[in-house]
Nanobody, 113 residues
Framework: QVQLVESGGGLVQAGGSLRLSCVAS??????MAWYRQAPGKQRELVAS???????NYADSVKGRFTISRDNAKSTVYLQMTSLKSEDTGVYYC?????????WGQGIQVTVSS
């Protein structure tokens, strides 16, 4: 079983920044990603990064968010800047290998306008 520990969420004013971190209990994941779920909405992909550092972003966060990973630390980061109220939600870490997909417990991000 893989444990994912997320940190860095909280309350921030619109226009501010936050950095989310997710540490996995082991390494070897092909893809590491962040998803989010706003109240009353479906969970959506925010950004993902492959083990070759290829990244993918939702259109709504392009140019504002940056995903990165440190394979030596089994950690994926999400740097969020120019935050908007519509970025509010629970953010989930997601990691995948050839066999399974693992989810973190989620961390709240609230952007006040």
């Amino acid at each position: 079983q893989v444990q994912l520990v997320e940190s860095g969420g909280g309350l921030v004013q619109a226009g501010g920044s936050l950095r989310l971190s997710c540490v996995a209990s082991r390494s070897g994941f092909s893809t590491m990603a962040w998803y989010r779920q706003a109240p009353g909405k479906q969970r959506e992909l925010v950004a993902s990064v492959s083990n070759s550092a290829d990244s993918n972003y939702a259109d709504s966060v392009k140019g504002r968010f940056t995903i990165s990973r440190d394979n030596a630390k089994s950690t994926v980061y999400l740097q969020m800047t120019s935050l908007k109220s519509e970025d509010t939600g629970v953010y989930y870490c997601n990691v995948q290998n050839s066999y399974r997909i693992y989810w973190g417990q989620g961390i709240q991000v609230t952007v006040s306008s």
